[in-house]
């Protein structure tokens, strides 16, 4: 591997490294070998381990070092991303397929999978699920027992979107339907709480229903009423794919629906957003690794030293890992949003690198330096 530079706050050196990648077989547990690690990692995905389906900056291969020769995991690690659209066990048999690594859905940290918490809290009320991907299985998955997508929901109310004729890609599409549920039973029934799940598609149908169910009280094409509740899984402004700049996000998305809601309605759009660079999110991610942990150990719960995050956006990853605090270490690549020559401005990592490869190649090498000192 090439010499490359490393920006660290306040510092600047070089280093070379070398990379070793063992063989990558079935995930099963935590590798016995790795005697309960004081460190774990947590990736962003977009713009640091995939751009769109392809893999950047060397992420099989940095990923195969967390791995034993038996493909057990040495390296606490987890995927903490703001994306979504795909239930957590979906989401990671494709990183296995994509990346040659075996992923646990236990490792996928999704925008939306604190949703899961809000199960209980809407019971058998009907909340709609918007987005790419397959938002109402999502939703289902998390334990939501009356949920719709956003899709089928405005399949049941006849010109509820005035653009649709000229919608050329939807003709002749067939809207998928989670349940054999009426229609008579859905236009019906009040919408409790509307879901953001994943970057929705459509945007002018999905802003004019979503602005519907939400002035009306949940039934659209009736009376003004109350709110019902609005959960964005994240607030990305934007993101990075293939293409050469970044591409808008679900807190463009927000935006659009916020500005054109305050100018139709009498009250300003109430709404809660989930994902990073909220605090909490680093703190489920911490619970998480050290579920990991100790998913095969008699020893009690887990503490770590360091626990490191990997991302591409200094707005979203490297200020929530800042905001969060101990023990975290941010760590920037320059394969997606973040391409700048020195650290970021506002929001500087603890270490700016090329590539995740580098950074993996950082995290392991620091952290064998410091178990020769113990």
């Not at 004019?208 to 607030?235: H, M, S, W």
Request: glycine share 8%; proline share 7%; hydrophobic share 35%.
């Amino acid at each position: 591997m090439n010499n490359f530079r490393i920006i660290a706050r306040n510092s600047l050196r070089r280093r070379d490294y070398s990379l070793r990648s063992p063989p990558s077989r079935s995930f099963c547990n935590l590798s016995q070998e790795s005697n309960r690690p004081s460190y774990g990692i947590a990736f962003d995905i977009d713009g640091v381990i995939l751009l769109g389906s392809s893999p950047v900056g060397g992420s099989p291969g940095a990923l195969r070092r967390l791995y034993d020769d038996s493909g057990a995991l040495k390296i606490p690690f987890l995927f903490l991303t703001n994306g979504g659209g795909l239930p957590e066990s979906e989401r990671a048999s494709e990183m296995t397929h994509l990346l040659g690594v075996p992923v646990s859905p236990f490792q996928m940290v999704q925008a939306h999978s604190p949703f899961r918490k809000l199960a209980n809290r809407f019971g058998n009320e009907l909340v709609v699920a918007a987005g790419k991907g397959e938002p109402a299985a999502v939703m289902s998955n998390y334990g939501f027992k009356n949920v719709v997508s956003l899709d089928e929901y405005a399949s049941y109310f006849d010109n509820i979107d005035p653009l649709a004729p000229y919608k050329k890609w939807m003709t002749g599409q067939e809207v998928h339907k989670e349940t054999s549920r009426s229609r008579e039973n859905v236009v019906s029934e009040r919408v409790q709480a509307a879901f953001i799940v994943s970057d929705p598609v459509d945007w002018s149908r999905d802003i004019q229903v979503l602005c519907d169910i939400l002035r009306t009280g949940g039934l659209p094409g009736k009376e003004i009423g109350p709110q019902p509740l609005l959960y964005f899984a994240n607030d990305d402004l934007d993101y990075q794919t293939k293409f050469p700049t970044e591409r808008l996000g679900m807190g463009a998305f927000r935006i659009a629906l916020e500005s054109i809601f305050n100018r139709i309605h009498d009250n300003p759009l109430e709404y809660i957003s989930f994902g990073k660079p909220n605090p909490f999110v680093f703190k489920d991610a911490e619970d998480v690794l050290k579920e990991i942990a100790t998913s095969h150990s008699n020893q009690g719960s887990h503490h770590f030293k360091t626990l490191y995050m990997v991302g591409d956006n200094p707005k979203i990853d490297i200020r929530g890992a800042r905001q969060a605090g101990s023990p975290w270490f941010s760590i920037l690549t320059r394969t997606g949003v973040f391409k700048g020559k020195d650290n970021h401005p506002e929001f500087p990592a603890d270490l700016v690198v090329d590539t995740v490869e580098e950074a993996v190649d950082f995290i392991l090498t620091r952290e064998s330096a410091k178990r020769s000192l113990i």
